[in-house]
């Protein structure tokens, strides 16, 4: 029997109601009834998570180093196991499920290792006999909202160094994928870790994750999804005066210029643009091809797409699973008739798939005519559509690539070393691939964006420790010994 509860100072829990979980590529597999918290329960778990969190603290460096160790290595041995479930609630194929797992664990052991690695400054000061050092402490308790497309990485990746650093943790993981969160919960609480460090509150959105981030007993707040949810995250936060990270949509551009290897270039552009679906933040929904080769790799990119298996996400073989809901397979046909309308023209896909078990399958799907002004080429779809756009040149293709609100990843396929070093500097954007895939990025190194795709510190490596830490400068006069 499946844990389905919630996690709560220390102890599973009931919920005071229950959600159904299906299965995105066989609807009639219920994969269970999973607790949603009230609000008394996330006030129990803020106030536990503040209890507990001076009592880690505390434990010193060892300690948690230990845990995080713990946690990391128990995720990679059990990848596959959990992975599965991550497959069957959201759909992604086996192999990226346990990829995705094994990936948490290597969070967790790089943040154990950070710990060890937390030294601070030491400064002279401009007053004689005055000594100065600078430490980062915890900021408190660390609120995170995270979402359904990596349901073990996305919150492992804030967890991770959440604890590190020595703060707590209250947890609202996405109501689609419930079943993962309970799984990395039960890693986690297997460590010998205070009463209340680490809580699972699931729950709606609108209801407990809304109240989770306007709380006055959260010290900060890491969040992802969309903008619309962003934004009102970041003005619960200004009027409390809490410290809030946020990673959402994008537009990421992939340019193709006229001297790239064109096969190289159609194999990263459709990864990018299909991988998981194309419900990556990070996936390439505008491929703006230089007009000399265009016509050769548009014919490319459909024989590409056309070639991927869909299908349920636990067969063999699958390497495109279901949409994850029926409402985003719904948005997504939208998106297709908007096309249409917009005037972009439809090389391949488009239409929902059938397949031996019922699910939310698409086919990949190929725009091509599309201006960057259109709707489809300014919205996240979040789909496994990808529009191709038209340029003359690389200074028109990189024009095009900047005229975005977002700004997470960009890619270039180039030979050419001045204009691939010309796009490192002259892109606007957190991440940029150079004859690469605008998805895929390493565990190690900094991870976020520019403009509306993100808001606060960097995630990810050392450079997380500024949002999960606050620095104290202290003056010290020692005096002379009598
Ligand atoms: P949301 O932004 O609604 O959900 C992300 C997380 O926020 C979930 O845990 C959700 O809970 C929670 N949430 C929702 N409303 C609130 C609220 N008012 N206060 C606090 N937390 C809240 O994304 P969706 O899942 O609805 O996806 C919609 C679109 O968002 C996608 O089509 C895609 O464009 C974008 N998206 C982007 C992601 C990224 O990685 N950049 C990831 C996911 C989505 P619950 O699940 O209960 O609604």
């Known amino acids: ?56 603290w505390a434990a010193g460096i060892q300690k948690r180093h230990d845990v995080l160790m713990g946690i990391g290595t128990e995720l990679m041995a059990r990848a596959a196991e959990i992975g599965r479930i991550v497959a069957r609630e959201e759909g992604k194929p086996l192999a990226e499920g346990t990829g995705e797992v094994y990936r948490a664990g290597q969070f967790f052991t790089y943040f154990a290792a950070e710990v060890l690695r937390n030294q601070g400054d030491l400064a002279e000061s401009v007053r004689p006999g005055v000594e100065i050092d600078v430490r980062r402490e915890p900021v408190g308790v660390v609120a995170i909202v995270s979402p359904w497309n990596f349901p073990v990485a996305t919150p492992a990746w804030k967890i991770a160094p959440a604890l590190a650093f020595g703060n707590a943790v209250v947890w609202k993981p996405a109501n689609l994928t419930p079943a993962s969160a309970v799984a990395l919960t039960e890693v986690i609480a297997r460590q010998d870790i205070p009463a209340g460090l680490f809580n699972l509150v699931t729950g709606p959105g609108r209801d407990v994750g809304q109240r989770l981030v306007e709380s006055r007993d959260v010290d900060a707040i890491s969040f992802t999804g969309s903008v619309p949810v962003g934004r009102g995250i970041a003005a619960s936060a200004v009027t409390n005066m809490t410290k809030v990270q946020m990673e ?64 349920h996400a636990l067969d063999e073989g699958t390497q495109i699973g279901p949409v994850v809901s029926e409402s985003q397979l719904t948005q997504n046909m939208d998106y297709v008739t908007l096309a249409q309308q917009e005037g972009a023209e439809l090389l391949c896909g488009g239409t929902r798939l059938d397949c031996p078990t019922e699910g939310y399958f698409m086919a990949p799907t190929v725009f091509a005519g599309t201006r960057n002004d259109m709707r489809i080429n300014r919205e996240e779809m979040f789909a496994p559509i990808t529009c191709v756009i038209k340029a003359d040149s690389y200074d028109q293709a990189l024009t095009i690539a900047n005229d975005s609100e977002f700004g997470l990843t960009a890619g270039i396929m180039t030979r050419s070393l001045s204009r691939a070093s010309h796009f490192r500097a002259n892109m606007r954007a957190g991440c940029v691939m150079v004859n690469l895939p605008t998805a895929g990025t390493d565990y190690h190194v900094p991870f976020g964006g520019r403009g509306a795709s993100s808001f606060g510190p960097r995630e990810q490596g050392r450079y997380a420790a500024e949002f999960y830490t606050t620095v104290k400068t202290a003056y010290v006069a020692a005096g002379t010994p009598e």
């Open 1 to 56: 029997m499946m844990n389905t509860e919630l996690y709560i100072d220390g102890r599973w829990t009931a919920g005071t109601t229950e959600i159904e979980n299906w299965n995105p590529s066989d609807v009639s597999d219920l994969i269970g009834l999973y607790s949603q918290a009230s609000a008394d329960q996330l006030d129990e778990a803020l106030a536990a998570a503040r209890r507990a969190q001076p009592i880690w």
């Open 248 to 311: 959402m949509g994008s537009k990421n551009p992939m340019i193709v210029m006229d001297d790239a290897d064109l096969d190289l270039a159609v194999g990263h552009a459709a990864g990018a643009a299909f991988g998981g679906t194309g419900q990556k933040c990070t996936a390439a929904s505008r491929l703006i091809v230089h007009s000399a080769i265009h016509d050769a790799f548009v014919e490319k990119l459909v024989v590409a797409a056309q070639a991927y298996k869909v299908g």
